[in-house]
């Protein structure tokens, strides 16, 4: 009830969200923040000394403050506000290739990679002369630690690694991870877009150089994102942007930039979705993430339950530890065919490569069908999704679909 959008009903019927490792959908507390600033307080944050631009600048910092004690980094200025999962890891790889990478270096990724942490570093090592090397997986979904263990040497600039795969929801052993890179002071980059939610996400404990997360998968807005670094690192690399707020000094020939996190904030910042992500980290502590969690497991092994009972299916991947999502194929019938009919019957799910093309094609697919619960799901919604997928089945043999 707390969720606007989910009482409404798709082409006549109940509307059941099952694409939340996509977006998630927005509780109303959220959604009345975000109108709230735009109502009575919308200012250009950090340019001006009225009281509109007080208070809003006020929250902006509010927020940050609030990020920094949510994954519990050391300062403040270790949190950067970006537009999402994307631009922070395309600005930590901007900064690597400026500084750190020269021909005949190494950087390392896994075969599981959202293409947001795969192809930054691939073109990276393209225009460089550097080798990418890829931490691969075995079948049931699970990174082959000795392989990663070995590919470690004084060449490796950096490890980039997703925290939970976006396709076959393993959550990787990422402490061990990082763990083994610092053993050679390798710095370590954790895509924390489909952790965060699930996970309270402490890198204090996880000791990971750089982690980076998107609002829009954790109840907030999209378009807000945050990058957390440590201070060794992000002093010194580059900013990717340049502009406006972030520029200490400047002649028409050169500038300087000013301190963490300005540095790398340059241009008018997205202060809705800011304040909306500040709303969202209160609602998600209200309900309490052990809470959470324990909901959400439970209905994650319901679902493998039911979905198993399913003639014909066959699960992508059985990682030994998972999170959030659960993707398959029904032998005969094209993915996109299975979403499609299923979205006639009022039930979002997400269909295709999922931006991981390289992970599919380990299993040798092109497309698979993702089903991805949030705590707002329940059980019956697993049941209706059980009977909508078998009356696919049927509709799908009796008509002979092809997509």
């Not at 990478?101 to 293409?115: A, K, L, N, R």
């Not at 979705?273 to 309900?287: F, H, P, R, S, W």
Request: aromatic share 8%; glycine share 6%; with cysteine.
């Amino acid at each position: 009830s707390d969720f606007p959008i989910l009482k409404r009903t798709v082409y006549g019927k109940p509307f059941i969200y099952l694409d939340n490792a996509a977006t998630t959908q927005l509780p109303f507390t959220v959604i009345q923040a975000v109108s709230e600033l735009y109502k009575d307080y919308n200012a250009n944050v950090h340019r001006s000394l009225h009281y509109l631009n007080r208070k809003t600048t006020a929250l902006l910092e509010g927020t940050r403050e609030k990020i920094q004690k949510f994954i519990n980094a050391s300062n403040p200025y270790e949190i950067i506000f970006t537009r999402g999962t994307t631009e922070s890891i395309n600005m930590v790889a901007h900064g690597f290739k400026e500084v750190f990478i020269e021909p005949g270096d190494e950087i390392v990724v896994t075969e599981m990679e959202h293409h947001s942490n795969l192809i930054p570093w691939q073109q990276i090592c393209k225009s460089k002369k550097a080798l990418l090397k890829i931490i691969p997986f075995d079948d049931n979904g699970n990174l082959v630690m000795d392989v990663y263990e070995g590919m470690l040497s004084k060449k490796t600039k950096i490890v980039a690694i997703t925290h939970v795969s976006n396709v076959l929801g393993t959550l990787n052993p990422i402490k061990k991870i990082i763990d083994l890179a610092h053993i050679k002071d390798i710095p370590v980059l954790v895509d924390a877009a489909q952790s965060i939610r699930h996970k309270i996400v402490d890198v204090a404990h996880l000791d990971c150089d750089f982690l980076c997360f998107s609002g829009h998968k954790m109840m907030a807005p999209s378009g807000i994102g945050v990058l957390y670094g440590k201070k060794r690192w992000l002093e010194k690399i580059p900013p990717l942007s340049y502009g406006g707020g972030m520029i200490e000094s400047s002649t028409l020939y050169d500038a300087q930039f000013k301190a963490l996190p300005y540095k790398f904030e340059a241009g008018t910042y997205n202060t809705g979705g800011i304040i909306g992500l500040k709303a969202a980290i209160t609602y998600l502590e209200d309900i309490g993430f052990e809470n959470i969690q324990a909901y959400e497991s439970a209905l994650m092994d319901y679902l493998i339950e039911r979905l198993s009972s399913i003639k014909g299916l066959k699960f992508v991947g059985t990682p030994s530890q998972r999170i959030g999502v659960v993707s398959f194929v029904i032998e005969d019938i094209p993915s996109d065919d299975i979403a499609i009919i299923l979205d006639q019957m009022g039930i979002a799910v997400r269909s295709g490569h999922h931006c991981a093309i390289p992970l599919l094609k380990h299993y040798n697919l092109d497309s698979c069908v993702r089903v991805s619960p949030a705590f707002y799901n329940t059980k019956e919604e697993i049941d209706t999704l059980i009977e909508a997928l078998i009356k696919t089945s049927n509709i799908s043999k009796n008509k002979g679909l092809k997509s």
